[in-house]
Every structure is written in structure tokens, then in C-alpha cells.
């Protein structure tokens, strides 16, 4: 038996539910507008698995550099909480990440620590351990953190980064998002190891796993992870248990592909669902309902103006295309 | 002025940029062994420190991402490979990531890295350890391409790139590490994508990329003899390519050869031959003509071998074919063997 940890302060567990919120109602919003057609970039949504990033990113306190696959409108949303950014970036506007030249799959803001996304599958992770690398020499105090999902884990980029970082002994942070698919090719019909987490340990670092789908939970492991990754020099695997409610691409559902059962999903996951756990969890610290309201209320109207100003802001001209092959001089 | 050669010139170009900037690193399987890349980071390691020239595991795909993550966050790498054939291993990283960053990210960024990668031949190097594969490189946006030829541009080009806050491939032939030159002792830069006379002259343009120009110099003296007067020009840079300067050679000379040291199927001779065909139609007195490497994977037997590379021979057979010339009596003539410097192994 294990002793319920310390709770959280109330602050903490109100950003965490925020964070929470801000990435769910985004998505909920690109569902809404993406038949209007102008968001034209393909989708991985998040919903269901915020909690991981979101959980992760918080720990982290802003000293993350992240990295993360197409999958990463929570990380991102986790990490800048900028949503203009975002929705710019999503209607392919000049005021997005990229001016519209990324979209979904190339989300990034360096400047405020969400480095780079990227749309094939494991290359984010060996990026990220030469960011390991640069913080070590150059003393910044910062993190890398790779978030990727367990098809990842299938490529042996994943492991040869484990390799490297472990070697170099760098505190890099990697966060295996595990919903349990590729596509819809589950984990056992693509990897021998029983376990991710076990075969993982033969590299020098430190490996967790967390089927809590908890966001409070995630940010405690992090917490703790990150800490011992910086005191040992060396890297720490998450393996975080999670579902993807949606379709792999795309804003609907996907129960008719047939290769996962409705009913289990809502019984193992969709019932326990990490934000309106923490929303329960904001209740029973005598959070009132009206205050909750409040809180998600000002988000949503946040997210609205971001969504009203993305539609109506420029759109790249046609001189914007052969510009910025090569870094331009600012 | 002092003389160097080409692997002393890239020594000292990387040696010179480590000393200036404290952000410049290098790495790479085998860097700081004995053997040294053929010299070029010779020393490095107990100038530097282990933690700015260092050896990694045989893993490119992922070294070159590190690299990337490196470079985008304050760093300035350069990754050696000692044969552009084990480059192919680091293409998904140089093709999916490296090269679209800047593009993807509103062109705001910066990614100071610099890929250097050696052009094996000789000694029955064979089928994998002998690739140049120009084109694979220059058909990406997003990447400069560089290959030069001389101890001097070595060293100013590789400055340039090191300096350049955008990817660089810098391509060594093996043969020109011996190449012997003066080379100025102080830091210089020779700007990318500004191409080279090599050598002046009249009748025929011959545009040589690497070791072909070592080629081609040996060519244009065989033909001075009979009164032909050839121009070389050495693009030095593939990737921005100095189309100006081989359009006016051309313009002047009335016509061409490419001498690639790759293959010529969808080559970079290809892209070549068609920008000076389409830039100098109306100038040209003959169709734009490629020398370049057998169709063949490389045969590591000598005599085949022999039959595979191009060499002065076959660019003064082109020659006299365009001008309608008489094939000389070459028997006379002292071709480059590489059994006078290299007898192997590697
Ligand atoms: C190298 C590569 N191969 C194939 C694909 C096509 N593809 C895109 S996502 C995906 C599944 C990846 O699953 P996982 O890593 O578990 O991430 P998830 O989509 O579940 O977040 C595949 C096969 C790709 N993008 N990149």
C-alpha cells in the first residue's frame, strides 16, 4: 500500500486544471470550425491525452525546451498557453508560428520554449538530445523534453537517442505518450518487449511508468524525474498510459475502423477522464462551481478572440513563398 | 606565402573557428582517433577539450538530429562522416528536419550546422564507399552545397560555412587532401555561392566539380599543346550555384563540357548542361556535354575501375570530339594515378 502523497497546493492545482481546459476547448473549437475549411492542415488531435504534456510542461516551470510530434497541439498549448500563435498558425495566417508555412504538424516557438513538431515519426527525438546537449555546455539550466508515442518506440532513432544521451550523460526528459497505437496497429503486434518501460532500463537512466491518467499524478512524476535527471546527469523515460479519444488524423471519431471497442474506451477511459477529474478534484478543495464557471469561462473567451482574430488576420502573399528558405537577417 | 594542403587547410580553418567562437564544436565517428579524418581534426581534441571534439556511436540518422538540436539551440556544430555513403544513414534528419526548420518556422531562425563528408576513391573502395551523390543534396531546398577543390578555397569556404547561420554540406574528395597550395595563415572567409575561374581560356568551357578539375587542369595542358585554349570554372559552391559566372564563360567559349565526379544520370551535370542549354541557346556551336561515372555501382577491381572513373583523358576525347578534332596520340602523356600517393587501405 502506498501512502497518498501531499497534496498539491491549491494554485497548482488550479494551473494544471487551466492548462487542462485551454488545450480540451481549443480542440473542441477546431472540431467545431474545421468543416468551414479554413484550417486546411491535417489534425492530430490531442483530446484525451492532454494531461500528459500538460502534466510534464507545469513540472517543468517554463524551463522546458520541448520537442514534439504532429500530436502536439496540447504540448504546445501546455508549454506558450498562446493561443493566438496557435489559431494563427492553424488558418495558415502571416501572425502563426511559421506564417502558415508549418501548420498542425510544425507548431513552434522557440522563443518561449516549444522548439520544434514534427510530422515523422521519431525524428523530433535525437534533436532534442542535441538541445540536451547545447544546455549542458552552454549552462542554462533548461530541459530538454521529447514528447512522442509509442509507435515511436518502434524506430531505432528512440533507441539509439537513449543511447547517446545516457552516454553524453544528459538530463534529457523523454516522454513516451503511450495511447497504445500506431494508426490503429496496437503496441503488442509491433514490439517484442512486454514492457516499454522494463526494456528501457537496460540504458543508464531512469524509467517511469504511470497509468494513473492523472494529471496531478504526471506532474509529481516529473517533477521528481526531472529533478534526479539534473542531480544524476542523466536521461529519464516516462512512460505516461494515455487514450486518444479522436481519429489518428482528423476531428471526428474513428469507433467504426473496428479495432477498438467503444465501450471499454468510455468504461477505462472516457469515464475517468483527467479534466473533469481535476474538475472534481478543484470541487472537493472547495473550489465553488461559480468559480470554476468563471475559470473556464475566461479561457473560452480567450480562445474565441484568438480564434476570431486568427480567421481575420493576413494571409502570407505570394512574395512570402521563396522567402525564409534561409534564415533572413531580422 | 607558406604552403598547406587541403586536409591542413580544413584543420586549420575548424582549429582557427574553435578558437574564435567558443560555440563551434566538432563531432563525428572517428574524429578524435589517431587517424583523424585524414588529418583534418588532428590535435583538436587536446586543443579543445573532449566536449568540443569528440567521437559517437555509429548511429548518423540520430547524430545528425543531435547536431540539429545542437545548432538551433545556441551551438555550432560540424559532422564529419568519413564517406558521404554513411551520410545516407543522416538523410532522413538532413531532408525532413534540418532542411525545412528555417522554412517551417517563418525563416526567423537560425541553424548554424556544417556537414562535412569525405568522397572515397581508389584502392578498391567499391560500391559503398565511394558515392558523391551531389544531386540528392542540391535537389533539397533549404541546404547549401558546397565542394571545393583547392587547399585555399577549402579553408575560406569551410570558414564561410561555419560562419553561415544556415546548414551547410561541405564534399571532400579524398584525393584532394593531398593537393598542396599557399594558403593564407590568418582567418578568411571565400564567400558560398560565388563560383571560380580556374583557369582562363578561350575555345572551350569546361565546368568541373571536385577532383574533376584536377582532371580537367591536366586536360587543358595536353590540349595547349595543340592549340586549344580551355576555360575551367570551378562553381565551388553547387547549392546557391553561381549561374552567372559559367553563363558568361560559356557565352564567350561558345561551348561546354561538365566534368561531374558523380554519375550522370539525374546528376548535378543534369541540372548543369540544362541551365547553360536554356541560358546560352542561341551561343552555343554544340550541344552541352556530360562526363561523369560509369552507370555502374563502383567495381573495386582496379581495371574496371580504371573503365568506371572519368579522367583528363576522357575530357580531352570530349574536347576533340566538339571541336571536330583529330583524337591526339595520348601514349606520351602522364595521367594521375593514385598508386603514386595511396596504396590503401582506406
Ligand atoms: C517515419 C514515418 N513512418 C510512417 C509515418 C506515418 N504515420 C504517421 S503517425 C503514425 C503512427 C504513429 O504512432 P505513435 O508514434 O504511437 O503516435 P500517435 O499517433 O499515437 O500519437 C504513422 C505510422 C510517419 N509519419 N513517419
Redesign the pocket.
Known amino acids: 500500500m502506498t501512502l497518498d502523497p501531499e497534496p498539491l497546493p491549491k494554485t497548482t492545482s488550479i494551473q494544471l486544471f487551466k492548462s487542462l481546459f485551454l488545450a480540451r476547448r481549443s480542440e473542441e473549437y477546431i472540431v467545431k470550425h474545421y468543416p468551414e475549411n479554413l484550417m486546411r492542415t491535417p489534425m492530430?488531435m490531442s483530446m484525451g491525452?492532454e494531461f500528459v504534456s500538460v502534466g510534464v510542461c507545469a513540472a517543468l516551470e517554463g524551463k522546458a525546451d520541448v520537442f514534439a510530434?504532429?500530436?502536439s497541439h496540447a504540448a504546445f498549448l501546455a508549454q506558450t498557453h498562446d493561443t493566438d500563435l496557435f489559431f494563427s498558425e492553424l488558418y495558415g495566417r502571416s501572425s502563426g508560428t511559421g506564417e502558415g508555412k508549418g501548420g498542425s504538424m510544425h507548431l513552434a516557438s522557440p522563443g518561449q520554449g516549444h522548439i520544434l513538431s514534427s510530422?515523422?515519426?521519431?525524428?523530433q527525438i535525437p534533436v532534442a538530445v542535441g538541445a540536451g546537449f547545447a544546455n549542458m555546455r552552454l549552462g542554462t539550466g533548461r530541459t530538454a523534453v521529447v514528447f512522442?508515442?509509442?509507435?515511436?518506440?518502434?524506430?531505432g532513432v528512440f533507441w539509439e537517442s537513449l543511447n547517446v544521451a545516457a552516454l553524453y550523460r544528459l538530463p534529457v526528459m523523454f516522454v513516451c505518450?503511450?495511447?497504445g497505437?500506431?494508426?490503429d496497429t496496437p503496441r503488442e503486434a509491433r514490439q517484442v518487449p512486454a514492457s516499454l518501460t522494463e526494456a528501457v532500463k537496460a540504458f543508464v537512466c531512469d524509467s517511469y511508468e504511470d497509468d494513473s491518467g492523472d494529471v496531478e499524478s504526471v506532474y509529481r512524476l516529473a517533477r521528481g524525474a526531472v529533478e534526479k535527471a539534473h542531480r544524476e546527469r542523466r536521461p529519464a523515460f516516462l512512460n505516461v498510459k494515455c487514450c486518444?479519444y479522436l481519429e489518428?488524423?482528423g476531428t471526428g471519431d474513428d469507433w467504426h475502423w473496428g479495432y477498438r471497442d467503444k465501450a471499454a474506451v468510455e468504461r477505462e477511459w472516457i469515464s475517468r477522464d483527467a479534466l473533469l477529474q481535476q474538475r472534481v478534484r478543484l470541487a472537493s478543495l472547495q473550489m465553488s462551481e461559480s468559480a470554476i464557471v468563471a475559470v473556464e469561462d475566461e479561457i473560452d473567451r480567450a480562445i474565441r478572440a484568438s480564434v476570431a482574430k486568427a480567421s481575420q488576420a493576413p494571409i502570407p502573399g505570394p512574395e512570402r513563398l521563396y522567402a525564409g528558405v534561409f534564415h533572413e537577417k531580422a | 606565402m607558406r604552403k598547406l594542403d587541403y586536409a591542413g587547410a580544413i584543420r586549420e580553418a575548424m582549429a582557427q573557428e574553435m578558437e574564435r567562437d567558443p560555440r563551434v564544436f566538432v563531432y563525428g565517428i572517428g574524429v578524435p582517433t589517431w587517424s583523424s579524418i585524414f588529418g583534418t581534426t588532428k590535435g583538436l581534441t587536446e586543443q579543445f577539450g573532449p566536449e568540443r571534439c569528440f567521437d559517437t556511436p555509429i548511429c548518423e540518422d540520430t547524430m545528425t538530429g543531435f547536431g540539429l538540436g545542437a545548432a538551433i539551440r545556441g551551438l555550432r556544430p560540424i559532422h564529419v562522416h568519413i564517406r558521404v555513403d554513411f551520410m545516407i544513414l543522416a538523410t532522413?534528419q538532413l531532408l525532413n528536419m534540418v532542411s525545412n526548420y528555417i522554412y517551417s518556422t517563418g525563416g526567423k531562425l537560425k541553424v548554424p550546422l556544417v556537414v562535412r563528408a569525405v568522397v572515397g576513391r581508389g584502392w578498391g573502395q567499391g560500391a559503398q564507399h565511394s558515392k558523391s551523390l551531389f544531386s540528392n543534396f542540391t535537389h533539397i531546398p533549404g541546404l547549401k552545397v558546397i565542394a571545393p577543390t583547392t587547399a585555399s578555397d577549402v579553408k575560406g569556404m569551410l570558414t564561410a560555412a561555419i560562419r553561415d547561420d544556415n546548414p551547410v554540406i561541405c564534399f571532400e574528395h579524398r584525393w584532394l587532401y593531398w593537393a598542396e597550395e599557399e594558403v593564407p595563415e590568418e582567418p578568411y572567409e571565400v564567400p558560398l555561392g560565388v563560383g571560380r575561374i580556374l583557369r582562363p581560356g578561350r575555345d572551350v568551357t569546361v565546368v568541373g566539380l571536385s577532383w574533376m578539375n584536377v582532371e580537367a587542369r591536366l586536360a587543358a595542358d595536353i590540349l595547349y599543346k595543340r592549340g586549344v585554349s580551355v576555360e575551367i570554372v570551378d562553381p565551388r559552391t553547387l547549392a546557391p550555384l553561381d549561374e552567372d559566372l559559367i553563363v558568361e564563360s560559356v557565352k564567350r567559349t561558345g561551348r561546354c563540357i561538365v566534368a561531374d565526379c558523380d554519375w550522370v544520370e539525374s546528376g548535378f551535370s543534369a541540372e548543369l548542361a540544362a541551365r547553360i542549354s536554356e541560358k546560352c541557346f542561341g551561343r552555343l556551336k554544340a550541344p552541352v556535354k556530360r562526363i561523369g561515372f560509369a552507370h555502374t555501382p563502383c567495381p573495386t577491381v582496379r581495371e574496371l575501375e580504371n573503365e568506371f572513373y572519368p579522367n583528363a583523358r576522357t575530357i580531352v576525347r570530349g574536347i576533340e570530339e566538339m571541336l571536330g578534332l583529330e583524337a591526339a596520340n595520348l601514349d606520351g602523356e602522364d595521367f594521375f594515378s593514385h598508386e603514386r600517393r595511396f596504396r590503401g587501405p582506406f
Open positions: 492530430h491525452q510530434s504532429y500530436r510530422g515523422v515519426v521519431a525524428t512522442f508515442g509509442d509507435g515511436a518506440a518502434d524506430a505518450e503511450d495511447n497505437y500506431a494508426v486518444r489518428h488524423v | 532522413n
